[in-house]
C-alpha cells in the first residue's frame, strides 16, 4: 500500500481518536451534566447495550426496509423520468417550472399530508424517502442524456444504429456515471426521508426509538441510536460508492481513484 492510500487509514482514525479525548477531558473535567452531554465511554457503553437489546436489530429492519424501497423507487423512477425528459426537450422545457417548484418546495412539511393518506405504517416514510431520492437521480440522468455529444449521435446514424442500439451502447453509457453521481446523494437523503418520516409520524424504526430516547431525557441513549443511525447511513453510502466498480470500471471516477 502505497502512501496515498495508507494516508486516509492514518489520518481518520488519528482525528476521531483526539476529538473522543477532548470530548472525554470536556465532559470529566467541567463536570457535564450527563442529562445533556455523555462522556465518550458512557457513549460506547449504552451503544453495546443497544447492540444488544433484540428490538433494537428489528426497528432497523423497519428502517431499512422503509430506505431500500424508498431508495428503489427513487431510482427507477427519476431514471426512466430523466432520461425521457433528456431525450424529448420540448417536454422538458414545459414542465421546467413545475420541476423547479416540486424541487423546491420542502417535502418535510408533506409529512402530516402523508399521514393522513398513507397512515403512520411504513408507507408514509417510504413516500417520502422516495421523493428525496427522486431529484438528484432525475437531474442527473437527464444530464447524462443531454451530454451526448453531437458527434457520437452522427456516428450512430452513420452505423445505422436503431434507436435501442443508440440508446443502449450510447445514451445509457453516459447516463451511468450521471446516475451514480445522483445514487450517491439519494441514498443519504432517503435515509433522512425514512428517518425524519419516523420522528414526525412513526411509531417503530430506528427514528422512533430516538424520539422515545429523547422523551425519557437518556442522553447517552440518544447519542448512540444517532452514532447506529450514522453507521447504517455510511454502509449504505459505501455500498452505493463501491457497487461503481462493477458497473462503470472504465469511468474516470472509479480507475482514477484505483491507481491514485
Known amino acids: 500500500m502505497n502512501r496515498s492510500k495508507a494516508l ?3 489520518v481518520t482514525p488519528s482525528i476521531i481518536l483526539v476529538l473522543l ?6 465532559v470529566v473535567l467541567l463536570d457535564v451534566n450527563p442529562f ?6 458512557d457513549l460506547g457503553k449504552q451503544f453495546g447495550v443497544l447492540l444488544a437489546e433484540p428490538d ?5 429492519g423497519v428502517t431499512l426496509s ?8 427513487g431510482v427507477l423512477s427519476g431514471l426512466a423520468v430523466g432520461v425521457l425528459l433528456g431525450k424529448i426537450p420540448w417536454l422538458e422545457t414545459s414542465l421546467r417550472p413545475l420541476i423547479i417548484i416540486a424541487q423546491v418546495a420542502p417535502k418535510v412539511a408533506f409529512i402530516p399530508l402523508f399521514v393522513i393518506w398513507f397512515g403512520f405504517g411504513m408507507t408514509s416514510k417510504v413516500v417520502l424517502a422516495a421523493i428525496l431520492a427522486f431529484f438528484p437521480v432525475m437531474l442527473n440522468a437527464l444530464l447524462g442524456v443531454r451530454s451526448v455529444e453531437l458527434g457520437q449521435r452522427e456516428l450512430m446514424q452513420s452505423l445505422n444504429a436503431t434507436r435501442g442500439q443508440t440508446f443502449v451502447q450510447l445514451e445509457l453509457r453516459s447516463v451511468l456515471p450521471y446516475l451514480f ?3 450517491e446523494v439519494a441514498i443519504v437523503l432517503a435515509m433522512t426521508g425514512a428517518i425524519v418520516g ?5 411509531s417503530s424504526g430506528l427514528g422512533a426509538m430516538v424520539v422515545s430516547a429523547m422523551n425519557s431525557l437518556n442522553a447517552a441513549r440518544t447519542f448512540a441510536l444517532i452514532l447506529l443511525l450514522s453507521l447504517v447511513g455510511l454502509i449504505l ?3 452505493v460508492n463501491g457497487s461503481k466498480r462493477w458497473f462503470i470500471p472504465w469511468h474516470e471516477s472509479v480507475y482514477a481513484l484505483q491507481e491514485a
Do not use: C, D, K, R
Open 8 to 10: 486516509p487509514w492514518i
Open 21 to 26: 479525548v477532548v470530548w472525554q477531558a470536556w
Open 36 to 41: 445533556i452531554m455523555p462522556s465518550p465511554i
Open 56 to 60: 433494537t436489530w428489528v426497528q432497523m
Open 66 to 73: 422503509e430506505v431500500l424501497v424508498g431508495f428503489a423507487v
Open 181 to 183: 453521481a445522483g445514487m
Open 198 to 202: 419516523e420522528f414526525l409520524g412513526g
Open 237 to 239: 453510502y459505501v455500498i
